[in-house]
């Protein structure tokens, strides 16, 4: 038998204690860039990227450079060099740097939704058919950006309207829809289409005249963006696992008597333009479809190139592309949080419609950025 001193077991028994407790505890190293990101930012090698070299990185290098034609995008060095290089994978690699991203719990994962551009129906001129209007961006909307006066307040913008001296909220959802004074790009067929249009931001209308035209967000009252589908959820009329907007516009049309109050449960309201482009996201650039996101700015930067790690909503295969952001949306906020942009017409309405996927996402930063 073998003796072993007290002495030795105690040191023993604390490298134990070390190493056991270190490999349960020991966290991730998180990179600081507050001008970028408030996120949690960890540095990976792109060895993690295991499927960029799989994809198709010249098209995602054409939707960058597209972004880099926005006066908003602030890589300007960086676009440079985007237009002296004929070898894409070579230019992401060369001058960018990924960085995982993490939420305040210190996980990696959070919601990827979708969006698309709609098709609607309607007519320059108001009547039983065509009776619900695309309004134009009316011109007592008062938008103030906070932050060249309070960097702090990074994102935060005011909208109302003044009233006197002050600076009152704007009207909701329900009071703007009871006011017919507004300017009209158009009127549409269906209410509950143009509501998606609200929710999408961009759409395509097909006009009586056979002419189809472009509409694109323009601006939003500032009230608060409410998911109808969590107030159904919430109240039992539809299951877990079962809100699509397919489902909601199911429910809301066998009870027609509802559609009113729960559409006005979300007072925030957007007001479109008539564009010659297709589609355009908050930097001002036609969006591609299957390359571009809607992100919180907060957490990503518009213009920035993002490694996304999700799944296909109806297949359940396994999504793994360099994104561009190019958009924002009311109910994109959060640390790991993008909405998925597929594009134009019934796949891409069936797509986007059910897709709630979890996600990990790679921020890609200008190795110039200091």
């Known amino acids: 038998m ?22 349960c505890v020991s966290q ?17 090698g792109w060895n993690e990227l295991e499927a960029f070299d799989d994809d198709n990185i010249d ?29 894409s994978k070579e230019f992401f690699k060369l001058n960018f740097t990924p960085y995982k991203l993490f939420d305040q719990e210190n996980k990696d994962t959070g919601l990827i939704t979708g969006y698309y551009e709609p098709l609607l129906y309607g007519s320059r001129t108001k009547s039983d058919k065509y009776q619900y209007p695309i309004y134009k961006t009316p011109k007592d ?32 959802r329900k009071e703007i829809d009871t006011n017919n004074t507004f300017d009209t790009i158009c009127y549409v067929d269906n209410k509950l289409e143009l509501f998606s249009l609200h929710i999408q ?16 967000y323009d601006g939003q009252n500032g009230r608060k963006y409410l998911a109808i589908g969590g107030h159904l959820l919430k109240e039992g009329y539809l299951k877990k696992g079962d809100v699509s907007m397919k489902t909601i516009h199911k ?23 008539e564009s010659s482009r297709s589609a355009t996201g908050s930097l001002g ?39 561009i952001a190019a958009d924002t949306g009311g109910a994109i906020k959060g640390k790991i949080r993008a909405d ?27 190795n110039d950025t200091k």
Request: overall charge positive; some cysteine.
């Open 251 to 273: 429910w809301l049309n066998e009870n027609p008597e509802k559609i009113d109050d729960i559409l006005n449960l979300n007072e925030s309201y957007i007001f479109f333009n």
């Open 28 to 44: 991730s190293e998180y990179v600081k860039m507050e001008n970028i990101s408030e996120s949690n930012l960890k540095k990976v």
């Open 285 to 323: 650039v036609e969006l591609v479809g299957g390359r571009n996101l809607a992100v919180d700015t907060k957490s990503i930067p518009l213009g920035y190139p993002v490694f996304l790690k999700t799944r296909n909503p109806l297949t359940k295969e396994k999504i793994e592309k360099l994104m």
């Open 201 to 216: 931001g961009s759409g395509k209308v097909k006009l009586d005249t056979n002419e189809t035209i472009n509409v694109g």
């Open 141 to 172: 909307l008062v938008v103030v950006d906070l932050v060249s006066a309070y960097p702090s307040l990074k994102g935060m913008v005011l909208r109302g309207k003044i009233d006197g001296s002050k600076l009152i909220p704007y009207p909701t």
């Open 340 to 366: 998925f942009f597929f594009g134009f017409g019934d796949d891409a309405k069936n797509l986007a419609g059910n897709m709630k996927e979890q996600g990990e996402m790679y921020i890609l930063v200008p």
């Open 59 to 87: 098209e995602a290098l054409d939707v960058f450079r597209k972004a880099c034609q926005s006066p908003k995008s602030k890589m300007k060095n960086t676009c440079k060099l985007s237009n002296d290089t004929n070898n």
């Open 2 to 23: 073998i003796k072993v001193s007290r002495s030795l077991l105690y040191t023993i028994s604390i490298v134990y204690v070390s190493l056991f407790v270190g490999g």
